[in-house]
């Protein structure tokens, strides 16, 4: 049987990014897949800018990345209360590609923050954010990572017991997700 196809995006563009580390600690814990992250360094949308010089190929290139994947991992720290910018913008410019990688797509969201509450917030946000591509969004358990960059020992990995239980809990969900989609 071919390996699982797991595609990150990460609502964080910093070198290190805890979210970015969290993605990458998650498809650790699901075992045999190819992980890749997506780079979502886009434009900012502008529909002038879309009308006059079309949809940009990274664009293009990520959705592509999306409908290829078995699922996608979505995580995002928490900016002002809300998700990153970065991620809505990319969410925006996916949205213009013909067709929609993501209706039925299993996804994983996650948040991994600076505060004591994991970006709980931001993660509430970026669900809605996904609910009109109609993906089949794990609804637990939550991973909100709080004060995050006191998460990851030397190597990257995740340090606290119970982060560890329960992101492997919601690998295993989206496995099982993955299977019964039929999306393989």
Avoid: C
Avoid at 147 to 167: H, I, P, R
Wanted: hydrophobic letters at 40%; aromatic letters at 6%; a negative charge.
């Amino acid at each position: 049987m071919a390996r699982y196809k797991l595609l990150g995006i990460s609502g964080s563009l910093r070198k290190d990014a805890t979210n970015t580390r969290l993605m990458g600690e998650a498809a650790r814990l699901f075992g045999d897949a190819d992980y890749s992250l997506a780079d979502i360094r886009f434009p900012l949308y502008d529909g002038d800018d879309e009308a006059a010089n079309g949809i940009p190929q990274a664009v293009h290139d990520v959705a592509e990345q999306v409908r290829a994947a078995d699922a996608v991992l979505l995580s995002t720290p928490e900016y002002n209360k809300g998700p990153s910018g970065v991620i809505k913008n990319a969410l925006d410019w996916i949205s213009r590609v013909e067709g929609n990688p993501w209706d039925g797509k299993p996804v994983a969201v996650m948040s991994a923050a600076a505060g004591r509450a994991g970006g709980e917030r931001a993660q509430m946000i970026l669900r809605s954010f996904m609910g009109p591509f109609r993906p089949l969004i794990l609804q637990g358990p939550e991973i909100h990572l709080a004060a995050s960059v006191k998460e990851f020992d030397a190597t990257g990995q995740l340090t606290g017991e119970m982060y560890v239980k329960e992101l492997t809990a919601l690998m295993q969900s989206l496995k099982l997700q993955i299977d019964l989609s039929g999306s393989r």
